[in-house]
Structures are given as C-alpha cells and as structure tokens.
C-alpha cells in the first residue's frame, strides 16, 4: 500500500478488505456479545438466569426463543466478568453460530432500540466488527513489550475504544480506504490539509503569551509559509487577509470541498495543500499528533463523522473561549499546593480558529452540525515536559490485554518491581487524588476518562499524570464562583444529587471497575485489596485537607451506594446526539443504584 501526501491509501478493492474473513470475524463477533451481555447486564437492560452449573448463566431473546449461554464472575460495582469463549446461542435443540447483527435483532425490544436509532446502530456495530477484525489480523505486540513502547505505539497499539460503549468504533462516514488512512489503529501517517481562510469569516483566538504569527511560525517551516503565501498571491489575493490553518482530509474531500463550495469558489477559503509534517490519528480519530516534529502542537480538527454518539464536529463559535478557559485552569493548578504536590498538569489548548459560513449559521441553531464542520485548535504536547528516564502512555492503555491474554498494567507492575497495592498508591496519588481535590476544593469536575489522560511512566511505575481536552468537558458546579467573563461558559447547573456521580461514574465505575478486574483475573491484585488502596487514597487526601470537612461531609464518597448512570442508554436512545453538551446532566440515564465498593473501607467517625 502506498499514501499520496494527503493520506488517502492507493489499496485495491480486494486488499482493502483484507481483514474480513471468516475466522477473524467469528472472533470479532464473539467478543463483541461478551461485551454487550455484560455492558447491557450491567446496566440492567439485560437481566441473566442463574443456570444449574455453578458461575453460568443465560439470556433470552425477545421471543423467547433464542438463549444465550455463558460463563461469568460478578464482581463489584455489579461488573460482569464474562468468558467470551464460553458463549453459546441456541435455538430448541440446534446450536447456533454467533451473529452480533442477529444479537441486536433477537434483543431489540430488551435494548429499547426503536425503528429510526436500530438499522444506525447496526451499521455502528458493523463498523465497530470491522475494526475489531482488523485488528485481529495485525499481529499486534503482546502487552509486555507494548508496555515498554513508544507513546504512539501504544496510542495505536490498543485493541479496544471506550471500556462501557459496545458501538465504540462506529466512525460513519469513513469509506473502508479512509478506514485504512485515517484510523488510529491502522498508524498510517498523514498530513493534514491547510486552508486560507479570510479573517472577515474566521476567528483566531490563541492564550497568553501567542499571536497567531508565533503561532503560525512554530508550526510551519520558512519554506512551507512561502508556499502557501505564493498560492495566495499567485490567485491575486493578499496573504494578510487570510488566516492559515489545517482540516482533516477526510474533512476537505467530503465535506468542505462540496458543502462549502460557495467559500471556495468566492475564495473566502483558498485549499493550500498538504502540510510537510506527518502525523498519526489518535484514539478520538479527530486528533493528531505530529510525528516529525514530536515536540509540536497536536492538531484537533473538526470531522462530520458519527461516532460513539456524536457527530465529531468542531463549533467556530465554542473555540473562541478555548485558549483563555485552558490559562484559567493552568493558573489554578500552578498556584495550588496540592496540585503541585502530586506534580499534576495540564497540557493546553494553546489556540483556536473557526470559520463561519454565514449562511448555514443563518439556517440552523446553535449545536447543528452545520455549524461544527470547519474549526481546528492547537494542543501542547507533552513530550518536552519529559524528564529523562521518563516515558508516556495514555491512561487507556491499563485497559488493555493482548491476544493471549496478557495484561499491559500487569506488564508495568512487573517492570517497576513494586508491590502491587504500592504501585496502584502511586497511580491514585498522580490521578485520583487531582481528581477529588479539583472536586471538593474548586467545584470542579472533568472528564477523566482513559483517553483524556496521559500517564508519565518511570521505571514502569507512574510519576504522574497530565489531563487533556480541557475546554470541551470540565465544569464548574458551584453557582457563586467567580469566574472570568472569558470562562464563564463553563459554569454548570448540576442538582446536588449528581454532583458526585462526576467521580463515581467517571472514575469508579468506567474506569476502576475495569482496572480492578483485569488485575484480579491476572492474580495481580485481588478486588479487595484494589477498593481498599482506593479508599486509602481518598481517607488520606480528607486528613490532609481538614478545612474541607464541611464539603466531605455534604458529598460522602463513602456514602453505601450511588446512582448508576448508563452510557449505553444513551447511546441506543439516540445515537446521533446522546447529550446535550449544554445540559449534560439533563440527560443522565439513572437506573437503580451500585453498591459503593470503598464504603466498608470507610474511616472511623
């Protein structure tokens, strides 16, 4: 396979499908119904029959007629723990293969899939077999040597998206030769496509201390400028009018080059080109990181594709308050002594600019997606806070086993020499504890989920801990906060009752009860003694910080139980838009409650 400069593979119809086969779909779909009977189990839309045989149990179809066999430890938190090998399907006395497609269909009414959301939610989960098949077939490294890689290595190493979501790759509108471009897993470089754009329709908004001309500079070498200036003034324009900035391909090809061809053709937008810089998708598809020059910007750019819920668009008009909502937060956290004791950091959102297409903004309301379909922002990278000795890997990677089972956070335990619970102490110092001081001394919440946080590995153990895409999802909860009239957008109206789900949710139930599992099925860390390091960490963090009492006793985290908040719900309730960005919480699928597994661990009053 070759890639032309913009990235779209030259591949034959034939090898493009490639990874499509029989076995290696079999496999994809096996793993994919171990996830949803115990994702959809977990969230109670599913309810498994205890069987005779002790640790079985199964699940019946709509009509009753088919019954869904298998394996599974219950764990805290309500986690189900399937064998995917041990699943059957079965119809009267036949055995039947296992269809994920045939899943959704048999279980439609349980899964509260209507008429319009179903055949997009087929074609999501689709998508979602596909990539899992692909990446069957990579021959990918095991979880010990992944664990001592590249940052980019791992980021394109994984196996497995969002831990909760069963439709976690769906990315609609990517033709399976895109797939093969732009995809995470499949580390194709690319170069991202520039623009003109005149500044009477764009806005450039950059944080303290960068001009769009520094900014501008540090990205684009001498030549590259020149470039792009010659194609201006070769068109008679003048280069001053113009802001430059990079789309994703697949953005220019499908969507600007024909939606926006009005800008295009009355030269309010002027397509430059190619950039001469390489660069490798992220896990969010939409995110770029620049591996010719490591030390640079990530790049995030607006994509009209569907994935995961969200049609993954940029809005002009939300990226003005970008840069000044990063500086805000990063002084917060450089003047806060606790924050600064567990060597906590963000990178920023450095820079932002959106293009307004002055009619489409005429014929829609805020949050359409014709408003999201030409923005970029540029995000710090972490690479020169390293220190040496010191390496990356996003927080999602403790997630991830390879194909024979081996677990990557069981890898980094073994290398660190450490005690297990020593070694979790450690990764809860650098993560949790910024997560509940931000909470109760800041009313401020984020969303720290695997993708969003990058883990600064030393000798195997981690040192600590960087949060990113800051702008688009923190919060701040209390009503009489001072902000800056450039933050205010922020502020958020939560009910004190779902306040605290921000970390239950969040931390202990989309990510913990993951954690906690794959180390007790490596005989790692058993669960018990996982819940108790966590509940160490949070006894500690209230002794230190007695002035807090007040807000420890107003939201208790060691309260007995706590709402489950359902994401799969959302998603197959309306998986176009599954919330509102400008209500989160409005939107919250509460089902029941969990029993909170650090409450037995509680301090003595």
Not at 5 to 22: F, K
Not at 92 to 107: I, R, T
Not at 140 to 152: D, M, V, Y
Not at 316 to 334: F, G, K, Q, V
Request: aromatic content about 10%.
């Amino acid at each position: 396979m070759t890639a032309p400069s913009d990235g779209t593979p030259h591949l034959s119809a034939r090898d493009a499908v490639a990874h499509l086969t029989p076995d290696l779909w079999a496999r994809a779909n096996r793993l994919l119904i171990r996830k949803g009977l115990a994702e959809f189990a977990h969230e109670r839309l599913l309810t498994p029959r205890r069987l005779p045989q002790d640790g079985h149990y199964a699940i019946r179809s709509d009509d009753d007629s088919t019954e869904y066999r298998f394996a599974a430890r219950r764990r805290a938190l309500d986690h189900w723990q399937i064998d995917a090998d041990s699943i059957t399907r079965h119809r009267e006395d036949a055995e039947l293969p296992l269809d994920a497609l045939a899943f959704f269909l048999e279980l439609r009414n349980s899964l509260g899939l209507g008429d319009a959301i179903l055949p997009v939610y087929l074609e999501e989960i689709s998508s979602t077999l596909s990539g899992t098949a692909y990446k069957l077939a990579a021959g990918r490294p095991g979880a010990a040597e992944l664990a001592k890689s590249s940052f980019q290595a791992i980021e394109t190493g994984m196996t497995e998206g969002h831990p909760c979501f069963v439709a976690n790759n769906g990315r609609l509108g990517f033709g399976v030769h895109e797939y093969h471009a732009y995809a995470p897993e499949t580390a194709a470089p690319l170069r991202l496509i520039w623009l003109a754009a005149h500044r009477d329709h764009a806005t450039f908004t950059a944080g303290t201390g960068l001009d769009y001309d520094a900014l501008i500079r540090d990205e684009l070498p001498d030549e590259t400028r020149a470039r792009f200036t010659a194609t201006l003034t070769t068109l008679g324009l003048a280069p001053a009018d113009y802001y430059f900035f990079p789309t994703h391909p697949w953005q220019w090809w499908n969507k600007l080059s024909v939606t926006f061809a009005a800008e295009v053709a009355q030269q309010r937008l002027v397509c430059l080109g190619p950039g001469d810089d390489d660069y490798l998708a992220q896990q969010s598809i939409r995110t770029f990181f620049n591996t010719t020059s490591p030390d640079k910007h990530y790049v995030k750019t607006a994509l009209s594709v569907l994935n995961m819920g969200f049609m993954r668009g940029l809005s002009a008009s939300y990226m003005e308050a970008t840069p000044a909502i990063n500086d805000w937060l990063a002084r917060l956290i450089d003047t806060d002594d606790t924050f600064r004791a567990a060597r906590f950091s963000i990178i920023r959102e450095r820079a932002a600019i959106g293009y307004h297409h002055r009619q489409y903004e005429a014929a829609t309301a805020t949050g359409s997606p014709y408003r999201k379909m030409l923005a970029a922002l540029w995000r710090e990278s972490p690479v020169p806070t390293l220190e040496p000795g010191q390496r990356l890997a996003t927080m999602a990677s403790l997630l991830h086993t390879d194909d024979d089972g081996g677990s990557l956070a069981a890898a980094l335990i073994e290398e660190s020499g450490l005690e297990p619970t020593a070694w979790l102490r450690r990764y809860l110092d650098a993560y949790l504890t910024p997560v509940l001081h931000s909470f109760y001394a800041y009313d401020l919440v984020f969303m720290p989920h695997g993708e969003n946080a990058i883990l600064v590995i030393e000798d195997g153990a981690v040192a600590r801990v960087i949060f990113k895409d800051i702008a688009e999802e923190i919060a701040v909860m209390d009503p009489d906060a001072v902000l800056p009239p450039a933050v205010e957008r922020i502020r958020a109206d939560v009910p004190e009752d779902k306040k605290l789900l921000s970390v239950f949710t969040d931390v202990f139930d989309c990510f913990f009860r993951f954690l906690s599992s794959t180390l007790d099925d490596h005989g790692v860390l058993d669960e018990d003694s996982f819940w108790r390091t966590v509940a160490d960490c949070v006894t500690d963090y209230r002794s230190a910080n007695p002035h807090l009492a007040d807000k420890f006793q107003q939201y208790d985290l060691f309260t007995d139980e706590f709402a489950l908040s359902c994401l799969n719900r959302l998603q197959l309730r309306n998986n176009q838009e599954m919330v509102d960005l400008q209500d989160p919480a409005g939107a919250l699928q509460l089902i029941g409650t969990l029993r909170n597994p650090i409450a037995p661990y509680a301090p003595a009053s």
